[in-house]
């Protein structure tokens, strides 16, 4: 805790940081997908994160995304005084939950639903089971699958890093754009240092996908970092989200599935599979 400076100034979200900040994030109830140390450390880049700690004794987290400034205040708000210095010195706050959202209007911020960056919960065994009508076209996605292909499913331990690695850089090839590689591709090579959990499955014995994520609010949720596949295989997506939902432990109650960032063909992919509820995220501003 004492590598970590005193705000204004700054340190690197390095992993030397996770026994610090691993337990108070997992304990956190609200289950905000961004908040987990395996996330802002793999995404350390993509968003400039740097590390803080406001007088309070709260850490902070500081980003920048492409010219814009931000902070994140995971575990708490501060004295209204530090709170009106950070909006003067980085203009927004993301990933605002319920809880803060009330405070901060009460004491005359702004705030907007960032509803892009809501995570998308589902209940763990509505995932696992497919009940009803509503998931007939998955469960037939999935009887094709199974009926078509040799398949095993195993547990992504270390001896099948490489196996992911070859699943990650065909998913690479075959969408066309870098999305989220360099952080799943760190992912998978630390995910031991990460603790990340995860299973790998294989067609005719070849790789064809995998899914890699953590825990989440205080032990009562999943969330799914990561999930890719090999296109060829019709049906490999429903697969794999339906069969590691079933393998899940009883004491998580939803899986987290996180954001859509927009994306309409995702947004719509994520409501095929009828959520729960939403983890709701605000932004605020001055």
């Known amino acids: 805790m004492n590598d970590i400076p005193q705000y204004p100034a700054t340190c690197p979200l390095t992993l030397d940081l996770r026994p610090v900040l691993h337990e108070l994030l997992r304990l956190l109830p609200d289950g905000v997908s961004e908040f987990t140390f395996a996330n802002l ?9 740097r590390l803080s700690r406001l007088p ?21 708000l ?39 960056n809501f995570d ?11 009940p009803g009508r509503k998931f007939h076209k998955k469960r037939n996605l999935i009887k094709g699958f199974i009926n078509n292909h040799d398949y095993t499913a195993k547990p ?29 591709r760190e992912a998978l090579e630390k995910s031991w240092e990460l ?43 429903q697969f794999i989200n339906q069969t590691f939902a079933s393998i899940l432990p009883d004491f998580y109650q939803t899986i987290n599935r996180e954001q859509d960032l927009g994306d309409p063909g995702l947004r719509q992919a994520k409501h095929s599979y009828k959520p729960s509820s939403y983890v709701v995220k605000y932004q605020a501003t001055l």
């Open 156 to 184: 992504l331990l270390d001896e099948h890093i490489p196996a992911a690695l070859e699943i990650l850089e065909r998913w690479r090839d075959e969408n066309g754009a870098p999305g989220d590689y360099t952080a799943a």
């Open 120 to 130: 998308y919960l589902y209940l763990r065994t509505d995932l696992a089971e497919l």
């Open 56 to 76: 309070e004794g709260l850490f902070i987290i500081l980003g920048n995304d492409d010219g814009r400034p931000f902070f994140l205040l995971p575990f708490g």
């Open 195 to 237: 603790q990340l959990c995860g299973g790998i499955y294989f067609v005719d014995d070849r790789p064809a996908g995998y899914t890699l994520g953590e825990e989440l609010a205080n032990s009562t949720s999943f969330v799914i970092h990561f999930e890719k596949a090999v296109i060829e295989y019709k049906g490999i997506y």
């Open 41 to 49: 450390y793999l995404f350390r880049e993509r968003h400039n994160y």
């Open 78 to 116: 501060p004295e209204p005084v530090t709170l009106a210095q950070l909006f003067h010195d980085h203009q927004r706050m993301k990933c605002v939950t319920d809880s803060q959202k009330a405070i901060l209007e009460q004491l005359g911020y702004t705030l907007i639903e960032d509803r892009d």
